[in-house]
């Protein structure tokens, strides 16, 4: 059987992406990401500020909130601020549907650290990034503020936003949202 030159391309990159994961297993200088979908586009955070996934439910709302801030969901005893990233990021809504989940994280701030959830469209898997396989965001216009950008890294042959969530959840925007003492 002949290969075609650029699926050969194909798979000697999915060969790196392969490569590059397994040594980021046992690499001091990686860290896991969660990835996640929002727009057909491929976002990851820290996992270790992932504290829980939970298929989108009904939240309550709150009077006088950004429109962004869904509401609040009590998660054992703590009313975590619901965030929509589509509705943040200026991003056409859509219905929520059965892959729909909110991501709830645990985000640290000058002040205080506070626990809040993120809407998404989809979770997408767990991945090992090296260091050195994360590039420095370009100065981007468009829909993501570059200050809530950390880097961008290719998986998969798909390049993939890694996102600031202290940035994002803390900036002049989202000060509005005090969260209640538990």
Not at 10 to 19: H, N, P
Not at 25 to 32: G, I
Not at 70 to 82: D, E, H, S
């Amino acid at each position: 059987m002949e290969i075609d030159i650029p699926d050969l391309e194909i798979i000697m990159s999915d060969i790196q992406d392969i490569v590059g994961e397994l040594d980021a297993l046992t690499d001091e200088n990686a860290e896991q990401y969660l990835t996640f979908i929002l727009a057909g586009e491929e976002y990851a955070i820290d996992i270790l500020r992932v504290q829980e996934i939970k298929g989108w439910d009904k939240v309550t709302t709150l009077p006088r909130t950004p429109d962004y801030l869904q509401g609040v969901i009590n998660l054992r005893g703590t009313i975590v601020p619901i965030v929509d990233l589509r509705k943040r990021f200026n991003l056409p809504e859509i219905d929520y549907g059965p892959t729909t989940v909110v991501i709830v994280l645990k985000v640290f701030g000058e002040e205080h650290d506070r626990i809040m959830g993120i809407i998404v469209d989809a979770v997408s898997d767990v991945h090992n990034l090296k260091y050195d396989s994360i590039r420095p965001a370009p100065e981007m216009k468009g829909h993501v503020d570059n200050r809530f950008v950390l880097g961008l890294t290719t998986i998969n042959n798909k390049m993939v936003v890694l996102m600031d969530i202290d940035a994002l959840m803390n900036s002049a925007e989202m000060d509005e949202i005090e969260q209640p003492a538990a």
